[in-house]
Nanobody, 116 residues
Framework: QVQLVESGGGLVQAGRSLRLSCAASGNIFRIAAVGWYHQAPGKQRELVAAITRNGFTNYADSVKGRFTISRDKTKNTPYLQMNSLKPEDTAVYYC??????????WGQGTQVTVSS
């Protein structure tokens, strides 16, 4: 079991930046990949970015070139640097950790609101 707690969300103007962090506890040594998802009102939760234990990354097309995911190797926790934010980035952002067997753990979410 992995427990996750996000931080770093908030209200910003379009064009500005935010950095999300995720604190992990529990069986962090089993984590094979970590990532960030977001969910806007009335929409499904979608992948924003993910990074594997080996450092391979995957990004949603809508954030490529603007967002960067990184990982604290000792804590196995992800960060998400979000630059050039747009109003359409407004959503609740969730930290995700996946262990072998495709078992997912989720944080409680942090709100990101981008004003135009």
């Amino acid at each position: 079991q992995v427990q996750l707690v996000e931080s770093g969300g908030g209200l910003v103007q379009a064009g500005r930046s935010l950095r999300l962090s995720c604190a992990a506890s529990g069986n962090i040594f089993r984590i094979a990949a970590v990532g960030w998802y977001h969910q806007a009102p009335g929409k499904q939760r979608e992948l924003v970015a993910a990074i594997t234990r080996n450092g391979f990354t995957n990004y949603a097309d809508s954030v490529k070139g603007r967002f960067t995911i990184s990982r604290d190797k000792t804590k196995n926790t992800p960060y998400l640097q979000m630059n050039s934010l747009k109003p359409e980035d407004t959503a609740v952002y969730y930290c995700n950790a996946r262990v072998p067997g495709n078992i997912d753990s989720w944080g409680q979410g942090t709100q990101v609101t981008v004003s135009s």
